[in-house]
């Protein structure tokens, strides 16, 4: 038998009833009630009370939370109206014989429950601790059962796991790369992976047609819920694959998912929607399905206005937005309030109107509005008696952006009982910088719908890429790639980058692109964002196992570490004072002469 423990606790049931059983694990509460003590023991997988008689095992005296301990008794059934229903071993305790302490424990930073409300600095800084929490523990449990869910479905599809390098020349993923410097190459650096894009379709080169991945990827960007610098991705990739064949992939895997950590079965396949359909009625491409108060377009119901905040837009080629808020009760202070709230978000104004009987509009503006608009406006939104509505006038872009904001203010859920997945396809291939220039909507390496109108219309161009969209959040991002080098460098020439600067970068790619890479596409889903939602988490950082904090730092080790003389020596890099200040964060001078090629 074994020394520690014959049973988990979640192996305790009426099977054991009588029986020797042996369980160890951490004391979660101490109960002293007239001498006999109770209480509860917390393992890896569950929770079961002990009961001890302190005239029968001595080494019960001192016991104290968070104690590590190993049990032997016998398990019985609790007193009748002694039973926890919260508890699935509720209807059970064990008799302790013998009792003994493994560790003793500190006194704690804070308490070990469900409760605490402990900042999150010093969650992170004892995270250790944290991690025991049962919704922690809960937490990481349903992060590995993910990973085994998706492990196992595309296995059964005949993908192979192949690692690619984490220390690789930088690549083009939209963010900033974290760098190592190499010692056995002075003055040279290593970029982390933001991705392995160009691996995985090198691999489709080499042959190996079903390639996936759980790979950790890095970012140097700002952190936010539902971003860190360090993440978790299942990168997916195949080959003679066009999008229907990843879509095919993909919902088996996340419908593998859902059912493991929630016990539902997807509806396959997933909906579907256009980029530019979704941008018109969500005001993002990343709508949340899940309530309606959709953008609706009401440029018609004014095209003979004489309100100048409309008719002005109108005139000027722009457009008139709204949606339904739905049934409202708001103060002129709250009404106020959004108006703040769009000027904040880009428009010029918001016009607020509350439905009357009979159709029509408490407003500060329906004085200045028709009967018949008014009318129209409150048919086009399918509204009735005491619903508020909220119109903006102006561009059809910021028009729809901000009552998509709105909307999400407003409407949206602050839990995921729901779950509404959706696919929005056919992006741009490219978006356009505030300076103008042309960058990619996903990366360089997605397929255009046409080369031909890429080169002639660049940002009205078609890609062959696709979003997966959970509850307002992107799950991630695919597309159809390139798989021949004229299609790339044509890519490269739009974004303005010369045949010399594409031969320096990515020659070694375009290279093997020449030897017969079949046509292939893929994906990658944030395992991350997709374990938050489904555990109902508000961040990422709750299901992820020692994160950053949002300034990027670790609590709990005081990385990043400060480099010194000595370790810049040894990497042999002799640096420009600005160059170390950047690297050390001091103001000391370089200790030999400064060489800026090797900052």
């Known amino acids: 038998m074994a020394a520690y423990r014959s049973h988990f606790a979640d192996e305790l049931g009426p099977d054991q009833l009588g029986r020797h059983v042996k369980v160890a694990g951490w004391v979660a509460r101490v109960r002293d009630l007239g001498g006999i003590k109770f209480f509860d023991l917390r393992d890896g997988r569950g929770t079961v009370q002990v009961v001890v008689d302190p005239a029968v095992v001595p080494s019960s005296s001192d016991l104290r ?18 039973e926890n229903p919260d508890l699935p071993t509720g209807d059970f305790e064990v008799e302790a014989g013998l009792l003994k302490v493994l560790s003793k424990a500190a006194p704690l930073p804070f308490m070990i429950d469900d409760r605490s409300r402990s900042e999150e600095r010093i969650r992170l800084e004892y995270r250790y601790l944290d991690l025991r929490r049962p919704r922690m523990a809960a937490n990481l449990r349903a992060r590995s059962n993910c990973i085994s869910a998706i492990r196992r479905t595309l296995d ?55 390639y996936y991945q759980i790979a950790r990827c890095y970012r140097d960007e700002d952190t936010r819920a539902d971003r860190q610098v360090e993440f978790t991705q299942l990168d997916l990739e195949g080959s003679f694959w066009e999008r229907e064949d990843v879509f095919a992939a993909i919902e088996l895997v996340v419908a593998a998912v859902v059912s493991e950590l929630r016990g539902v079965e997807l509806s396959l396949p997933l909906p579907r929607i256009t980029y530019q359909e979704a941008l018109a009625r969500y005001g993002t491409d990343k709508p949340d399905l899940r309530f309606g108060m959709e953008v609706t377009e009401l440029s018609d119901a004014f095209s003979g206005t ?21 049934p409202a009760n708001h103060s002129r202070a709250e009404l106020d309030g959004l108006v703040g709230r769009a000027r904040e978000l880009g428009a010029a104004g918001l016009v607020w109107a509350e439905v009357k009987e ?27 008696p005491g619903d508020l509505l909220l119109l903006v006038a102006g561009g059809a872009a910021m028009a729809s952006s901000v009552l998509g904001a709105m909307r999400l203010d407003l409407g949206q859920p602050g839990s995921h009982e729901e779950l509404r997945f959706l696919w929005v396809v056919d992006f741009p291939v490219f978006e356009t910088t505030g300076e103008g220039e042309l960058v990619p909507s996903h990366h360089p390496f997605t397929a255009p719908v046409s080369v031909a109108e890429m080169r002639e219309r660049p940002e009205t161009a078609v890609a062959q890429a696709y979003d997966l969209v959970l509850n307002g959040s992107e799950l991630g991002s695919g597309s159809v790639r390139i798989h021949d080098p004229d299609t790339q460098r044509a890519v490269f020439e739009t974004l303005g980058i010369s045949d010399e600067e594409a031969e320096s970068r990515f020659g070694w790619f375009l290279e093997a692109l020449g030897y017969g890479t079949p046509p292939h596409a893929g994906f990658a889903v944030g395992i991350d964002r997709l374990v938050a939602i489904l555990q109902n988490e508000t961040s990422i950082r709750e299901v992820i196992p020692f994160p950053k904090t949002q300034s990027g730092a670790d609590p709990l080790t005081t990385a990043p570490t400060r480099v010194v003389d000595a370790q810049l020596e040894e990497l042999g890099l002799d640096l420009t004072a600005d160059a170390k200040v950047a690297l050390t964060g001091t103001d000391d001078p370089p200790s030999g002469p400064s060489d800026p090629s090797g900052s």
Do not use: H
């Open 358 to 384: 009979g159709g029509g509009w408490r407003s500060p503006v329906a004085k200045f509005l028709g009967g018949a608009e008014m009318a129209e406006a409150t048919r086009m939104l399918d509204a009735s």
């Open 306 to 326: 004489g309100f100048r905040g409309f008719g002005g837009a109108l005139d000027a080629g722009g457009v008139v937005r709204g949606i339904n808020a739905g």
């Open 65 to 82: 939370m968070e104690y590590c301990v190993r049990v032997e008794g016998t398990l019985r059934r609790r007193p009748a109206g002694t």
């Open 156 to 210: 059964g599809l005949g993908f192979l796991d192949v690692e690619t390098p984490t220390l690789v020349n930088s690549t083009p993923e939209g963010a900033r790369d974290f760098l190592v410097p190499s010692r056995l190459r002075p003055g040279r650096f290593y970029a982390l992976p933001q991705s392995p894009q160009l691996f995985k379709q090198l691999l489709m080169v080499a042959g190996v047609e079903r």
